[in-house]
């Protein structure tokens, strides 16, 4: 099989025009086919504030009414990911700019209201691993955004990680696939206040008893959760570190295995 890298750049790196940058000059120079997939909430938030639209926030997630449908379509599929693309296009990586509607991508439904009506938030039912494959064959680098449709016109605001995972279990049918989530600490810390608190090795075991330990919480667990449940549907490998894991595999990062 083919190798496959899945990178998930988020985090603050987004906001931070020189992170951003230095991360795509490296994601540029990866060897191989390779899929981007990429989040922007703070960019969101803030032209949803200079419009006058306030953001909704329940449980870490953003509701997602019809102005914010508009909002996060606006600035993920359309300012966001058009310029990662010209970027990448400027260093030599052809990439193509895709939501889940594109191609018929990635399938999703409006989330089932049960505690909490999130909106237009979405969650993913599978991705179109042919049609993907189809662009990697012609020679593009596919670059997700966060949206995703609900095959009936419907296009909904749907989580980075999950993307990024989806995208990982159904490709690893058609390639060697390894997903790598990047963000602004080393990895998954012992101490949120110590970067140098990498825990290096995670398998299922150690991931349960730190998540009953309390030493991983909050934002972090979807995530985890997503790796692992990507491990498990046969992904080869999932690392979490900072933007420059890509191309620095000498720094503390961890590496998640079942």
């Given at each position: 099989?083919?190798?496959?890298?899945?990178?998930?750049?988020?985090?603050?790196v987004?906001?931070?025009?020189?992170?951003?940058?230095?991360?795509?000059?490296?994601?540029?120079?990866?060897?191989?086919?390779?899929?981007?997939?990429?989040?922007?909430?703070?960019r969101?938030?803030?032209l949803?504030?200079?419009l006058?639209?306030?953001?909704?926030?329940?449980?870490?997630?953003?509701?997602?009414?019809?102005?914010?449908?508009?909002?996060v379509?606006?600035?993920?599929?359309?300012?966001?990911n058009?310029?990662?693309?010209?970027?990448?296009?400027?260093?030599n990586?052809?990439?193509?700019?895709?939501?889940?509607?594109?191609?018929?991508?990635i399938?999703?439904?409006?989330?089932?209201?049960?505690?909490?009506?999130?909106g237009?938030?979405?969650?993913?039912?599978?991705?179109?691993?042919?049609?993907?494959?189809?662009?990697?064959?012609?020679?593009?680098?596919?670059?997700?955004?966060?949206?995703?449709?609900?095959?009936?016109?419907?296009?909904?605001?749907?989580?980075?990680?999950?993307?990024?995972?989806?995208?990982?279990?159904?490709?690893?049918?058609?390639?060697?696939?390894?997903?790598?989530?990047?963000?602004?600490?080393?990895?998954?810390?012992?101490?949120?206040?110590?970067?140098?608190?990498v825990?290096?090795?995670?398998?299922?075991?150690?991931?349960?008893?730190?998540?009953?330990?309390?030493?991983?919480?909050?934002?972090?667990?979807?995530?985890?959760?997503?790796?692992?449940?990507?491990?498990?549907?046969?992904?080869?490998?999932?690392?979490?570190?900072?933007?420059?894991?890509?191309?620095?595999?000498?720094?503390?990062?961890?590496?998640?295995?079942?």
């Amino acid at each position: 099989m083919e190798k496959l890298t899945i990178v998930k750049v988020g985090g603050n790196v987004i906001n931070n025009a020189e992170a951003l940058e230095s991360f795509l000059t490296d994601f540029a120079a990866l060897e191989g086919n390779k899929i981007l997939v990429h989040g922007g909430g703070k960019r969101a938030t803030q032209l949803a504030g200079d419009l006058g639209i306030e953001a909704k926030m329940v449980n870490g997630r953003r509701v997602t009414d019809e102005a914010t449908i508009e909002i996060v379509t606006m600035v993920y599929a359309g300012l966001l990911n058009k310029n990662i693309v010209a970027t990448l296009q400027s260093k030599n990586c052809n990439a193509l700019g895709l939501s889940g509607a594109d191609g018929n991508s990635i399938q999703a439904h409006k989330r089932v209201v049960v505690d909490v009506d999130y909106g237009f938030a979405g969650d993913v039912d599978g991705i179109n691993a042919e049609n993907i494959a189809t662009f990697i064959n012609g020679g593009m680098t596919p670059v997700f955004c966060a949206i995703t449709h609900d095959g009936k016109g419907q296009l909904l605001n749907t989580n980075a990680d999950t993307i990024a995972s989806t995208i990982a279990v159904g490709m690893s049918k058609l390639y060697d696939v390894s997903l790598v989530y990047t963000f602004e600490k080393n990895g998954v810390l012992t101490s949120v206040e110590d970067d140098d608190s990498v825990i290096t090795d995670i398998n299922s075991e150690k991931y349960a008893q730190l998540k009953a330990d309390g030493i991983i919480a909050d934002g972090m667990l979807p995530k985890m959760e997503n790796c692992f449940n990507a491990l498990q549907q046969g992904v080869s490998e999932v690392i979490i570190g900072n933007p420059t894991v890509i191309k620095n595999k000498e720094q503390l990062f961890t590496t998640l295995t079942l």
